[in-house]
């Protein structure tokens, strides 16, 4: 998945090498300090969980491309610990606001004539773009999607200096069979992809259609006449409400999971074109009983091979065949001939067995969690094309567990993921 990036002047990389060496330093310390405090009051464990959330107020004062790094790094839960991935997920709620000035630069800078008013407290702020409500000169209301100013050339320098970073990591004795250089490509391409908002644009249209035969499941449209390459006009939607799931009845949350997973399904299984960052902060209940997807700029087409791979995988599960699982994990991974192959099946086979298959109340957290540390153990670690799509699933997985406690997962690999029938396989 990776792609040829424009070279990045050296001054920048120099200028940002130096800005990321004070910060780190000065982290290290205070994260250290911490620690040694945490460990000496509640022992190993708190004192880890201290050094991870200095991790993250690292990422977070180092810039948007860290913290973009972070949230996407944080589903693959095969190359880090469970604790480390949670507290790196934390950074998709940590992204401050433009300042007015900024606001007013990249709306100079974004040029877009129709649009005739902004309002000035955001909708929503990402480490890359903050939401607005606005107004069209024809009367429309938008939601407008605004470029953070000089945010591309700085993440540039950032992902350029990472890369370097990583291979030097890579010669590192505990770091040797992991997949660094496969994992930084990836991250770093769906990183610069999400800086294209013309792409952007197009994965809007592309998931509208992919999603139009589900029922309920509303993305809204993109008015890409109007925008610009740093600032994009949406359709406004007013309802949009993270407590609205509250003012439902449970029967309805649990039918609009179902949405939510046929949804999944379309994309992941049919389709092979898939939203990878829902998150909580993009899929929304409605009062009028609609599910909401929001913000395509971290999509991905599936090869082929993968689409099956994956299809299969959850198959597998819903039949409870572990030692197929097992094998398509093993299919699917950089190295797919480990010195343990039959250990790695034979513990595969026991996961699945205790925790996915027909009639078992199965929680993705949890078995992806165990499936995870099962990896690490074997020293398995799945190419990314194979691994960031299923991880998206343990992500919506939480999305969807917050709407309705009695969904069940596994039921999106099949045809009808409301009633698992037709399961793939």
Same mark, same amino acid.
């Given at each position: 998945?990776?792609?040829?990036?424009?070279?990045?002047?050296?001054?920048?990389?120099?200028?940002?090498?130096?800005?990321?060496?004070?910060?780190?330093?000065? %982290?290290?310390?205070?994260?250290?300090?911490?620690?040694?405090?945490?460990?000496?009051?509640?022992?190993?464990?708190?004192?880890?969980?201290?050094?991870?959330?200095?991790?993250?107020?690292?990422?977070?004062?180092?810039?948007?491309?860290?913290? +973009?790094?972070?949230?996407?790094?944080?589903?693959?839960?095969d190359t880090m610990s469970a604790e480390m991935a949670t507290e790196l997920s934390r950074l998709h709620d940590?992204?401050?606001?433009?300042?007015?000035?900024?606001?007013?630069?990249?709306?100079?800078?974004?040029?877009?004539?129709?649009? %005739?008013?902004?309002?000035?407290?955001?909708?929503?702020?990402?480490?890359?773009?903050?939401?607005?409500?606005?107004?069209?000169?024809?009367?429309?209301?938008?939601?407008?999607?605004?470029?953070?100013?000089?945010?591309?050339?700085?993440?540039?320098?950032?992902?350029?200096?990472?890369?370097?970073?990583?291979?030097g990591f890579e010669r590192m004795p505990r770091m040797r069979g992991m997949p660094m250089a496969d994992l930084?490509?990836?991250?770093?391409?769906?990183?610069?992809?999400?800086?294209?908002?013309?792409?952007?644009?197009?994965?809007?249209?592309?998931?509208?259609?992919?999603?139009?035969?589900?029922?309920?499941?509303?993305?809204?449209?993109?008015?890409?006449?109007?925008?610009?390459?740093?600032?994009?006009?949406?359709?406004?939607?007013?309802?949009?409400?993270?407590?609205?799931?509250?003012?439902?009845?449970?029967?309805?949350?649990?039918?609009?999971?179902?949405?939510?997973?046929?949804?999944?399904?379309?994309?992941?299984?049919?389709?092979?074109?898939?939203?990878?960052?829902?998150?909580?902060?993009?899929?929304?209940?409605?009062?009028?009983?609609?599910?909401?997807?929001?913000?395509?700029?971290?999509?991905?087409?599936?090869?082929?091979?993968?689409?099956?791979?994956?299809?299969?995988?959850?198959?597998?599960?819903?039949?409870?065949?572990?030692?197929?699982?097992?094998?398509?994990?093993?299919? %699917?991974?950089?190295?797919?001939?480990?010195?343990?192959?039959?250990?790695?099946?034979?513990?595969?086979?026991?996961?699945?067995?205790?925790?996915?298959?027909?009639?078992?109340?199965?929680?993705?957290?949890?078995?992806?969690?165990?499936?995870?540390?099962?990896?690490?153990?074997?020293?398995?670690?799945?190419?990314?094309?194979?691994?960031?799509?299923?991880?998206?699933?343990?992500?919506?997985?939480?999305?969807?567990?917050?709407?309705?406690?009695?969904?069940?997962?596994?039921?999106?690999?099949?045809?009808?993921? +409301?009633?698992?029938?037709?399961?793939?396989?």
């Amino acid at each position: 998945m990776s792609q040829p990036t424009p070279a990045v002047p050296v001054w920048r990389m120099l200028g940002r090498l130096t800005v990321i060496s004070v910060v780190l330093a000065g %982290s290290t310390v205070a994260t250290a300090a911490a620690m040694a405090g945490s460990l000496i009051v509640g022992g190993p464990r708190r004192a880890r969980r201290t050094g991870y959330r200095g991790l993250v107020r690292t990422l977070q004062v180092l810039g948007p491309t860290f913290v +973009k790094f972070g949230q996407t790094s944080s589903t693959r839960r095969d190359t880090m610990s469970a604790e480390m991935a949670t507290e790196l997920s934390r950074l998709h709620d940590a992204v401050r606001a433009m300042s007015r000035r900024q606001r007013d630069r990249a709306l100079r800078d974004a040029g877009v004539p129709m649009l %005739s008013t902004m309002d000035e407290r955001p909708l929503a702020n990402g480490s890359i773009a903050g939401v607005y409500r606005g107004q069209l000169t024809d009367g429309r209301v938008v939601a407008v999607k605004l470029m953070r100013p000089g945010i591309e050339a700085r993440m540039r320098a950032d992902l350029a200096l990472v890369r370097a970073l990583m291979r030097g990591f890579e010669r590192m004795p505990r770091m040797r069979g992991m997949p660094m250089a496969d994992l930084v490509g990836y991250v770093s391409t769906a990183i610069l992809g999400q800086l294209d908002f013309a792409r952007e644009a197009r994965n809007i249209t592309r998931l509208r259609q992919c999603l139009s035969p589900v029922p309920q499941i509303r993305v809204p449209a993109v008015y890409a006449d109007v925008s610009s390459p740093t600032c994009l006009l949406f359709e406004y939607l007013p309802q949009l409400d993270t407590a609205t799931p509250g003012a439902l009845p449970a029967d309805v949350r649990a039918a609009l999971a179902d949405r939510v997973l046929q949804a999944a399904n379309r994309m992941m299984f049919v389709d092979g074109f898939v939203h990878c960052d829902l998150h909580p902060g993009n899929v929304y209940l409605t009062r009028d009983q609609r599910v909401v997807i929001l913000d395509a700029g971290y999509c991905v087409q599936l090869p082929e091979r993968v689409r099956e791979l994956i299809g299969e995988f959850f198959a597998c599960l819903l039949r409870g065949d572990g030692r197929r699982c097992g094998e398509i994990v093993l299919e %699917s991974a950089v190295d797919p001939n480990p010195a343990d192959r039959e250990a790695f099946i034979a513990a595969m086979a026991d996961l699945v067995d205790r925790h996915a298959g027909p009639d078992r109340e199965f929680d993705m957290k949890e078995f992806g969690d165990a499936v995870f540390t099962l990896q690490q153990k074997h020293g398995i670690y799945a190419a990314s094309d194979f691994a960031f799509p299923m991880m998206s699933l343990n992500v919506l997985d939480g999305t969807v567990r917050g709407f309705s406690a009695t969904v069940d997962f596994q039921q999106v690999g099949s045809s009808d993921p +409301k009633t698992g029938a037709g399961a793939r396989g």
